[in-house]
């Protein structure tokens, strides 16, 4: 048998085994069909082979209370980085703590949103790259460089992200800055945070629809991404209008800010939560 894919997934396989179809967005391979020696098709598909075939995996079926899995901790960390996010961007919560502590609970989001996209990577690179059938032992991974791989870049870009938003809300704490130095140490990194928030969401997407368009509503992954990328792009809208303007020294929509930022932490919310059974689902 012939190898028919002009581009090939990054999955290693075994001598005798013929990629015989691969699809995926651009120069991106994001799912693929092999033929075995035996003659049996099998079927890869980047996300979900990366979701259920890591070595950062203890295996628990649980979905719920999974600690031994890093598919777990992601979701959590999300989640709690998200809830911080809605909740300081919620109505009448800056009234309730003050503005000292709406900008820490902004900042310690920022912090958990980081320990999330590290994990995340960590889980990218630690994706075997065996098939799964073949049971085969890996080395763990710390640091590599795969930049035609799109989960890859996706995790980098949305780590860059986050540390954009943690030096975004801890000059935000800092109360004597004057408007040049806000939008300059607060505005102009939130809005390069939202950016790669905005790219890492919509690689993912194409990741799990194959191209730039799909629908697959009965897809955990594909409404997981759904959620991130309407999350993101919230956070970009809340991000230009937080621009404070020099005449007057107030955002240029406070509205769209908070707005913005409520909806899109409650999209990752959502989105964070749906990646613990996305974990333990055979979707």
Not at 199 to 226: D, R
Request: one cysteine or more; proline letters at 5%.
């Amino acid at each position: 048998m012939e190898d028919e894919c002009t581009n090939r997934p990054y999955v290693k396989t075994p001598e005798g085994w013929v990629c015989k179809k691969s699809e995926g967005p651009g120069p991106f391979v994001t799912n693929a069909t092999f033929k075995n020696p035996e003659g049996h098709t099998v079927i890869w598909s980047s996300r979900h082979h990366r979701k259920h075939h890591n070595l950062l995996d203890s295996g628990t079926d649980s979905t719920w209370w999974a600690p031994g899995a890093i598919g777990w901790w992601i979701g959590i960390l999300f989640a709690i980085g998200s809830i911080c996010f809605a909740a300081g961007a919620a109505p009448g919560y800056v009234n309730w703590v003050g503005n000292e502590l709406d900008g820490i609970t902004f900042f310690v989001g920022s912090i958990f949103f980081t320990s999330a996209a590290l994990s995340q990577y960590f889980e990218t690179v630690n994706t075997q790259q065996t098939p799964k059938s073949l049971l085969l032992k890996e080395k763990l991974r710390f640091l590599t460089w795969e930049p035609r791989r799109i989960d890859w870049l996706s995790s980098v870009v949305q780590f860059i992200g986050t540390i954009f938003f943690n030096i975004s809300t801890f000059f935000a704490l800092n109360s004597t800055l004057t408007i040049h130095q806000m939008n300059h140490h607060v505005w102009v990194p939130d809005v390069y945070g939202s950016t790669c928030f905005l790219i890492a969401s919509g690689l993912v997407w194409m990741e799990v629809g194959h191209s730039i368009f799909s629908w697959k509503t009965g897809s955990l992954s594909w409404q997981i991404a759904l959620l991130n990328l309407l999350g993101s792009i919230a956070f970009g809208f809340s991000a230009i209008a937080a621009f404070i303007l020099p005449l007057t020294g107030q955002p240029l929509n406070i509205t769209i800010v908070n707005l913005g930022t409520f909806s899109g932490g409650v999209c990752f919310l959502f989105g964070a939560i749906l990646l613990l059974p996305e974990r333990t689902h055979p979707d």
